[in-house]
């Protein structure tokens, strides 16, 4: 009894072919998938973590910068960030 029957090499050849044309079309189009990554106005400009459940991040919104402070179970906290050297 073979194990792998020339049919089944088939669909797994043509499976992992057409695997790999849509890697390369994800990989070569993906600048364009998001709607942010060219000119958005919106970016996260550095983040960090706090504390297992709190986060710190510092968020761009056409020219203006904004510090959120996020904690799990408690409403974020959003700051403006004025005159930064």
Do not use: C, H, Y
């Amino acid at each position: 009894m073979d194990i792998l029957r020339p049919d089944q090499i088939l669909t797994l050849g043509l499976f992992l072919g057409l695997l790999g044309l849509l890697w390369l079309v994800v990989k070569l189009k993906a600048p364009g998938i998001s709607r942010f990554a060219n000119g958005g106005r919106l970016r996260v400009a550095e983040a960090a973590a706090l504390g297992p459940q709190e986060r710190a991040a510092i968020l761009a919104v056409d020219g203006r910068e904004f510090l959120v402070l996020t904690s799990r179970g408690a409403a974020p906290v959003v700051l403006p960030l004025e005159g930064r050297a």
